[in-house]
Nanobody
Framework: QVQLVESGGGSVQSGGSLRLSCAVS????????MGWFRQAPGKEREGVAT?????????TESVKGRFTISQDNTKNTLYLALQMNNVKAEDTAIYYC????????????WGQGTQVTVSS
């Protein structure tokens, strides 16, 4: 059973930094891809960044140069991180990690989400 558990959300002032983490268990593939999504109040969920097992990354335009996605494989558990720098009020959302690519910005497995609130 694949499980994704996010942590690291919270409140931060505009211009500050925050680091999100996601522990992915039960997901054992030699090649894989994972990603971060977010959903702001009243808006549809949008893709933020993806990364594959070769380290290739893709970012949505609004976070390029500010956010960095990374991964680590330790003791058969995958860890996904999202370093958020120079955050803006429009980054306020529930952030979800995802694994198991089905296609472009489409994933099979999802975490429960973690709230990020940016105050100006």
């Amino acid at each position: 059973q694949v499980q994704l558990v996010e942590s690291g959300g919270g409140s931060v002032q505009s211009g500050g930094s925050l680091r999100l983490s996601c522990a992915v268990s039960g997901y054992t593939y030699s090649t894989y891809c994972m990603g971060w999504f977010r959903q702001a109040p009243g808006k549809e969920r949008e893709g933020v960044a993806t990364i594959d097992s070769d380290g290739r990354t893709v970012y949505t335009e609004s976070v390029k140069g500010r956010f960095t996605i990374s991964q680590d494989n330790t003791k058969n558990t995958l860890y996904l991180a999202l370093q958020m720098n120079n955050v803006k009020a429009e980054d306020t959302a529930i952030y979800y990690c995802a694994a198991g690519c089905l296609g472009s910005w489409s994933f099979r497995y999802w975490g429960q989400g973690t709230q990020v609130t940016v105050s100006s």
